[in-house]
DNA sequence: TTTAGCACTCCAAATATTTAAGTGCTAACA
DNA sequence: TGTTAGCACTTAAATATTTGGAGTGCTAAA
């Protein structure tokens, strides 16, 4: 169901309806509307306005004498209507939080583990919300490097470096036979063939050299080779999370175990992944309100989510979460300056 | 302040008011504890002790004609009463927590990271409460193998992997000049020399090399050595914390001012981190009640710690914690067992 | 030292009362 | 036809009032 068309006043009325929301969480009567925001029609024409937009589904009463609550779809108007011109703007507030930002990653730029703390942490702390960033998947990385570590007789411990400096490790079982010395030739064979190569590359062609030497040659060789293919894949599991306690004190959480639920499924991390690699697919901030959330739990909030880039390539995103009712100029505003400064960091 | 002699019909008010405050958080009166805890006195004898032990700092009465409420001293009291016998006892559905617990972590032998992401889990799931886990320190493992992976010019990675299977890495600035061969003979040199060494052995033995190729050879490897020193050295800083959610929806927490602020304590870690590596020097169950914390911001809360060991050498400890009136007994039982079955499972 | 008994205190829950914000509707107006 | 003024009506939230009961402290007697 696309928005149906509404004149300009009117729009007018509802994005003032949710501006006035999300400052304050009270139902907003039309006489308030009409002074704050003035408008030049007097508080019954406002009032008729109101009713129609509650027909339409963009507003709700929750008793009959009270004002009224935009709905999700009244959200997802009002971003809309700001979207474009919120994305130019650029307040000096948040000039400030970006460049210091800006300079923490600079010196962080060599170790992603706190290049991606720093961030969500800034990123929380700028804007008193959750703040997330999904660290790039293995497999849009190339290899840098590997090793292979003889662990406890038949444990093999894969350490991979990739292009960005991520240290990864897997524990794999092997044949007990093998020895250190055969999996740091193994290391070199695949060092000296592979640096540089993407994941995906890497295992594709592994996949080609065990089934030759399964046909022709040394099962042996398949085997291990088998196990390195193995070693070379790596779920996404690595989701930042910053400022829990920040959402805690706003009183759109004020029931305790609507805040627990949400606390344990963002604990969770899985459906989260889940999500924001979808989004990390895309290519631009990607907003998502209430309802709208695939997670049932988070539904009773909105996620801003941008990608961050190395040059044009898409490598993971930066979110933040926060209630339905939040300042979504400034989020998006800072969402969008935050992906920018840790895509002109990474792409250095 | 020592425990002042209390007689025996005292004592067992005391506990007694602990007990059922435990069990319900509202003030005791004395009625109730006379009929529920089989007191063959009236009520007006009871009060009369009751009063006698608010005099002692025992109990707080929060208005005149309420009942009583603990103090942290009368948990301190109630805990040194019961700790030696419950350690003793246990449960047939502890016993199933420990054996289902036991069971998994035999599969998670060798990932350590899921051995205690599993701990901790189960713990807070077992309490209700929330669960934590100080990992084994660097120094206190020895080196299983290293390797330095030339990153980016001027920087190395060190990979270590201590005989627990804990991967770790560290990124050092090294000259530009250094080749990843030299690195390589470097790692092989360590490897060779070191294997099994404690981490403080190795850094020392590093250091009277450094000193012997400075004064009388080559000042070159004296800076590698050094750098390799560097590498070799890892701050304590893996705490795992599981169940942050749990602890949320107990009465104790209805204010969620001081629920953010106790989120807030936990996720820095920090502090945390430093009161558990003094308990893990401890070799016993180590209670922290309320005031009794170091840690400002939690002295609402109650922590129960337990050191895990490998043969009778302490790694870490595992802790619980929640609010002052949980229930110790279970809480001990649980810790106590938990650490056991850890310890079990490492010392295999 | 313990107990019975009683006056007293104070909270908490239930109930009533007031207040204020905001609506919907009608009739008049431009 | 759209807008406005005016007013009756609704409802929640704030405030005040009442009531019940749990629990105490004290006293005097056992």
Same mark, same amino acid.
């Given at each position: 169901m696309k928005n149906i068309m509404l004149d300009e006043r009117t729009k007018r009325v509802l994005c003032a309806v949710v501006e006035s929301y999300i400052e304050k969480p009270e139902p907003v009567g039309s006489r308030y509307i009409m002074k704050k925001y003035g408008f030049n029609v007097c508080s019954a024409t406002i009032r008729n306005i109101m009713s129609d937009l509650e027909d339409e589904g963009f507003l709700f009463q929750p008793h009959t004498s009270a004002g009224r609550v935009p709905t999700d779809r009244a959200y997802r108007f009002y971003v809309d209507c700001i979207f474009q011109e919120t994305l130019k703007l650029q307040s000096a507030e948040i000039k400030r939080f970006v460049e210091s930002l800006t300079k923490k990653l600079r010196k962080l730029r060599n170790n992603m583990n706190s290049l991606f703390l720093e961030t969500t942490q800034s990123l929380s702390q700028a804007t008193k919300y959750l703040g997330l960033a999904l660290l790039p998947e293995t497999d849009k990385t190339t290899l840098h490097r590997v090793d292979f570590i003889k662990f406890r007789d038949d444990l093999v411990i894969a350490v991979v470096v990739n292009d960005k400096g991520i240290v990864k490790n897997k524990i794999i079982k092997a044949y007990?036979? &093998?020895?250190q010395q055969e999996l740091s030739n193994l290391a070199d064979f695949v060092n000296s063939n592979y640096?540089? @190569?993407a994941f995906d590359e890497i295992r594709e062609d592994l996949f080609l050299r065990i089934k030759r030497e399964k046909i022709f040659w040394d099962k042996l060789i398949a085997k291990i080779l088998k196990m390195c293919q193995q070693a070379l894949y790596f779920s996404r599991e690595d989701l930042y999370i910053s400022g /829990?306690?920040? &959402?805690?004190? /706003?009183? !759109?959480?004020? !029931?305790i175990e609507k805040l627990r639920e949400i606390a344990k499924t963002i604990q969770d991390r899985h459906l989260l992944i889940k999500l924001f690699e979808n989004i990390s697919e895309n290519d631009d901030i990607k907003i998502i309100i209430g309802d709208e959330n695939p997670i049932e739990e988070l539904r009773s909030l909105s996620i801003i989510a941008s990608p961050y880039k190395e040059r044009d390539k898409s490598l993971g995103v930066i979110a933040l979460v926060g209630? @339905?009712?939040?300042d979504y100029q400034r989020a998006i505003m800072l969402v969008n300056a935050f992906a920018k400064s840790l895509t002109d960091t990474l792409s250095e």
């Open positions: 007990p036979e &093998i020895t640096q540089g @190569k /829990l306690y920040n &959402i805690m004190h /706003l009183p !759109d959480f004020s !029931d209630p @339905k009712r939040m």
